[in-house]
């Protein structure tokens, strides 16, 4: 079994903030877990880099319906146009309480 490394807490924040490291990497290297290391960080009052996704985006219900339910656009269609997953405009309908069409019959 690997023995663990001690780090300190100035390393631990040059390697995650400032060379960019990830939890993984870190916790490769040291011995321990990613889970481990984001403790560390925690306890050490190190903040957390911003996430690779941006932040939430607000989408209003009405967005959503004039284009699912009134205009009848495809779930693939609106979802492209908000930049958004298919997924999470499903999710999104979910939410709203927008019924789900029903399917179309193919001629």
């Not at 903040?47 to 004039?66: L, T």
């Not at 269609?77 to 019924?99: D, V």
Request: with cysteine; glycine share 6%; hydrophobic share 35%.
């Amino acid at each position: 079994m690997k023995q663990r490394m001690i780090i300190t807490p100035e390393e631990l924040r040059q390697r995650y903030r400032d060379s960019g490291q990830t939890l993984a990497t870190i916790a490769a290297e040291i011995g321990c877990s990613a889970a481990t290391v984001s403790n560390m960080l925690r306890r050490h009052g190190i903040p957390a880099r911003p996430g690779r996704f941006p932040k939430r985006i607000h989408i209003p219900r009405e967005v959503i319906v004039q284009r699912y339910s009134i205009e009848r656009a495809p779930m693939k269609e609106i979802a492209e146009q908000l930049g958004i997953s298919t997924g999470t405009l499903s999710a999104l309908r979910k939410a709203y309480g927008i019924p789900q069409r029903a399917r179309s019959i193919p001629r």
